[in-house]
């Protein structure tokens, strides 16, 4: 397997997932196109074809390639039958202009628009590592490890499940909501939970081992989701506020709630450490620098 099929695919991965948590349309486009961009470098990687430097003859010469490959399909598997979502050329071809534009003019698409962009990114990268899987002889489920490993350093984690826990317990909630209040699948629908999503990323191999197997943490990461949700009913609630003029929700017309939820929200935090000695050097300058030297003798690797 050439190293830079799978780098390809683990790129396409990362872009994938950046636009997966997205909070404006334009970012999500933008990255959601680049996880396409990538796969498409892996499959002609694959096939030995050359490598265009221009995008959309990148894309001319995918789609005269594997022109059925984005096709929708249904599989037999040992425990029932899976339906695969496809997409098709035209889409593609559309895709590629939405990215253009999201890079350089004044872009504007809505939510929704912009998150079916999302999910079209992940079926064509989903679709490029099976078929280079099966090309190259090997289990889907297994080249699928070995590509989220090189892009997260793992496939699946403690925080995955617990944050699924969570989203489950929300669901749950909401469909007893729905009961209690005589509009079951509606309720259930319109649940924050449903449009939601965490993650947690590091790039070195300790962090990422805390992140697969600790349960605390993933107790932790779950905690977090929970208060997310409730900040996007927040803000829901205030779109709402803004948009009827104050009325209460009771009060509110069709179109007002329909246009409540029509928005994306990412809340973006994050840690960049250091050893002890390179922080002070950050935080403090050359003036520590010495100290920091002093440091580096004492604090062993």
């Not at 190259?136 to 995955?160: K, M, N, P, Q």
């Not at 909501?177 to 790039?203: F, I, P, W």
């Not at 709402?240 to 973006?268: H, Q, T, Y």
């Amino acid at each position: 397997m050439d190293t830079e099929v799978v780098l390809s695919l683990s790129l396409a991965r990362l872009y994938g997932s950046h636009a997966n948590f997205a909070g404006a349309p334009r970012h999500a486009v933008a990255d959601g196109y680049s996880a396409v961009d990538a796969a498409f470098s892996a499959l002609l990687r694959q096939a030995k074809l050359r490598q265009p430097r221009n995008h959309k003859q990148k894309l001319d010469l995918v789609k005269e390639n594997f022109s059925k490959i984005f096709d929708a399909a249904t599989i037999k598997t040992k425990n029932g039958t899976l339906h695969i979502p496809g997409t098709d050329w035209a889409s593609l071809e559309d895709y590629y202009k939405d990215w253009l534009a999201s890079r350089y003019d004044d872009f504007k698409m809505g939510s929704a628009v912009a998150s079916s962009r999302v999910r079209e990114a992940l079926i064509v990268v989903n679709a490029a590592i099976r078929h280079v899987a099966a090309d190259a002889g090997i289990a889907e489920e297994e080249f699928e490890l070995r590509v989220a490993t090189r892009a997260f350093g793992f496939d699946f984690s403690e925080v995955s499940l617990a944050v699924g826990n969570a989203h489950d317990q929300l669901f749950a909630e909401a469909e007893m909501a729905g009961e209690a209040g005589g509009s079951r699948l509606g309720t259930k629908m319109a649940a924050a939970t449903n449009y939601c999503d965490l993650d947690v990323m590091a790039g070195d191999n300790i962090t990422q081992g805390i992140i697969r197997d600790d349960p605390e943490i993933a107790r932790e990461a779950a905690r977090v989701y929970h208060a997310f949700v409730d900040l996007a009913e927040r803000v829901q609630m205030k779109r709402l506020s803004v948009i009827s003029d104050g009325k209460e929700p009771d009060k509110c017309s069709v179109g007002e709630l329909n246009r409540a939820p029509d928005f994306m929200l990412s809340l973006k935090a994050r840690y960049h450490g250091g050893t002890t000695a390179e922080m002070g050097v950050r935080w403090f300058g050359r003036i520590t620098e010495a100290i920091a030297g002093s440091l580096k003798k004492l604090i062993p690797d």
